[in-house]
């Protein structure tokens, strides 16, 4: 398997942000593929099957593969400090027993990145989630051997949603370590998207099955699940987050509410969006998305994302919204970067770079 080219670019010892007034702003959904995974799922067929596969193309891809010099000079032109590094979907949730030996290897090069740039990257583990056991093993060495901060999750695996009992093992492991899971959009399965997603032209159909609408009905339902499922009344320290504001779920928290006459949960629906959930903007600067989050989960757990490199755009994105995102000033250094350090503050070993 062969690593991301380490582009060149400004070294550990000097790349480091801009001076600003503004706070110090990580971002938490931030994305990288490596070539053997691309290759891997080729091998699959996943480009036959998941229109996502096709996205990761042309300058996307490029930027997608570079874990150096190109990144971080369009973070610092976006305003952006620290990048929390993710396997971009659907990561290796469909790639079977070979994913166990190639998510630890992934892991121990995003390790050697990290070691490189301690002050510009963070990471989230990436998981051999086909074997739940075996991924809960990768996430406990990630956190504690290699200072990741937590994990992602591509929605369903199989024909399994990540509620399923299988799935048990890697949530606990969460929970235990005190980090986070976020749960990232994947293409619905192809039942759904040919009774909803099909019929108009393949291109349009491809679109609205992935970023127009299907990705993000996904990944809220797959929390949805959780929540009703009772994995946050047996697991109550179990952090989640979800990118988009929340992957529409925060906009139907009323209709959501309506069920707890018949969830036979431990508490109200409401209650799980405010102990058990983050929300992320995922580079939809839209400050009245911000407001409904915030009201609904509370200041204190909303975390900043650009979605590189899908939601990249010039001229100092990132920072332009959080000068003028409306928050006060406690809440805007909250949001830039201090309920990330506090969400993750317990996790990570000798690796993490705080």
Known sequence: ?????????????????????????????????????????????????????????????????????????????????????????????????????MARHINDMLAQVIARYPTRFQALATLPVCDPQAAALE?????????????????????????????????DCAQRLRVPVLLHPRTPAMPVRQAYYWGLRPEVDAALATYGLGWHYDAGLQFVRLVLAGVFDRMPELQVILGHWGELVLFYAERLAAMDRVSGLAHPIATYLRRNLHVTASGMFLPHYLRRAAELVGPDRLLFSTDFPYQYRPGGDARRFLEHCGLPESAKAGFAHGNWQRLVGGAGGAGAAR
């Not at 062969?2 to 971002?27: E, K």
């Not at 504690?144 to 949530?171: K, Q, Y």
């Open 1 to 101: 398997m062969v690593n991301p080219p380490l582009r060149d670019g400004a070294d550990a010892r000097t790349s480091m942000p801009p001076d600003s007034a503004c706070p110090r702003i990580i971002g938490v959904e931030e994305h990288f593929l490596t070539p053997e995974v691309r290759q891997a799922w080729a091998r699959a067929g996943l480009d036959a099957v998941d229109p996502s596969v096709a996205f990761h193309s042309g300058v996307v891809e490029d930027r997608l593969l570079d874990l150096a010099g190109q990144r971080l000079a369009l973070m610092d032109e976006t305003g952006l400090d620290v990048q929390v590094l993710s396997l971009t979907t659907p990561s290796l949730h469909d790639l079977g027993a070979e994913s166990v030996a």
């Open 139 to 171: 996430l406990e060495r990630c956190v504690l051997s290699l200072g990741f901060r937590g994990t992602m999750l591509c929605g369903r695996v199989g024909e399994r949603n990540l509620d399923h009992p299988d799935f048990t093992p890697v949530f």
